[in-house]
């Protein structure tokens, strides 16, 4: 089973949750498909709180993790 983690999204008067490109590429799902969905709600973190930061491909290499 694949897990992903998106955000929930006011659309008219129902919620809607988008799936990842990457997910839908991999598990070859189409419109009007059916699938199964389990949900959870996650607490609240710093997830996302980065986004949009640029880290330069140089500092990477030069990091502890090679």
Known sequence: MM?????VRSVGG???VTIPR???KLKSINEGEIVKI???KVKKS???LLKGLKI???RIRGS???
């Open 38 to 40: 389990s949900l959870e």
């Open 14 to 16: 129902s919620l809607m």
């Open 3 to 7: 897990e992903t983690i998106s955000k």
């Open 46 to 48: 710093g997830f996302g």
């Open 64 to 66: 502890d993790f090679d």
């Open 22 to 24: 990457e997910l839908v």
């Open 56 to 58: 330069k491909e140089e």
